[in-house]
């Protein structure tokens, strides 16, 4: 298992240096780069001048927040060098790539173009808040499919099996950010209740009342969040559960266990649960990151949510690159080592499996 551990980390290594070399190398031929971001709001500030001075013909100089100057009939050549040794765009794009590289193996991603703060800095302020979205809502999907999807294979079949699959395959069908915004209009004020906070993960002065409040207005907060983004995800799990046991239930060895006169939850608790576990468990990780990266933008801006989602949207749309690709390393590196801990679970699940064997 030490074997095989080790080169599945050292695995690691190529797989996220292609994935950064690979995007770094799509961004390069996307328009509208930071660069040309910068100059067209240096435009568009030089003809508001402009037109609010007047006087046809009248050239307006005007100093910007990075103390260049320039005239409402265009942007000069130095201004424009200038600008690109800004965002370090007076290097070629080799350059810069290995450059890039070296900081990231020491985790130093620069700063933001447009925050003018540190990357790390921001994934760290935002980070409590898409890891609360993403832990709470993953463990909620698991505590609610697995029973359900267990229940629904002992009754395959039955009146309960078909209203369950039916409500799931409505919830699956709901999109995430629809059923936030008709919670906010039941329950956040909207147009009914006022039952449920609609911004931030904690209340105004919250950090003086004691604990037990505190945490209690925090799960508080957290209600209509982790409804909106779970809705749509207990159909998957519950499915997959349902299958897995139906699966092992009708094999030899749980008509041996009956047959020599085991219980019915006897043969499901000692038999047919860890066979059936292997890929529901051991998907937890990858389940997890799935729910914490990507399910989030819309909710976090329905309920004024600081999370990595809104992050990584905003750095996008402003061609904020050392965030993007920040993000990206973090993330990418994250996924992969979840990944590994998902086959080590495999192990845990079921002591049989040796991958070391396979080889």
Known sequence: MTAYLLRRLLLVIP?????????????QFAPGGPVEQMMAQIRQESASATLRIGGAGTEVMQANRSGFYRGAQGIDA???????????FDKPPLQRFLLMLKNDLTFHFGR???????????????LPVSMSLG?????????VSIPLGIAKAVRHGSRFDLVSSAVVLVGYA????????LLVVLFAGGSFWQIFPLRGLTSAGASAWPWPAR??????????????????????LTMLTKNCFLEEIHKQYTLTARAKGASEMRVLARHVFRNAMLLIVAGFPQAFLNILFTSALLVEIIFSLNGLGLLGFQAALHRDYPVMFGTLYIFTLLGLLLQIVGDMLYTVVDPRIDFEARR
């Open 15 to 27: 797989t996220l240096f292609g994935i950064i070399a690979i995007n770094f190398a799509v961004v």
């Open 135 to 143: 832990l709470w809502s993953t463990l909620l999907v698991y505590l």
């Open 78 to 88: 130095e201004t424009r060098a200038r600008i690109r040794r800004l965002f370090g």
């Open 215 to 236: 945490v209690a207005d925090y799960f508080w907060h957290l209600v209509l969040p982790i409804l909106s983004m779970v809705v749509g995800s207990f159909a998957t």
């Open 112 to 126: 933001s173009f447009f925050l003018d703060r540190p990357v790390l800095q921001l994934v760290a302020e935002r």
């Open 174 to 181: 709901v999109p995430a950010f629809l059923f936030a915004i």
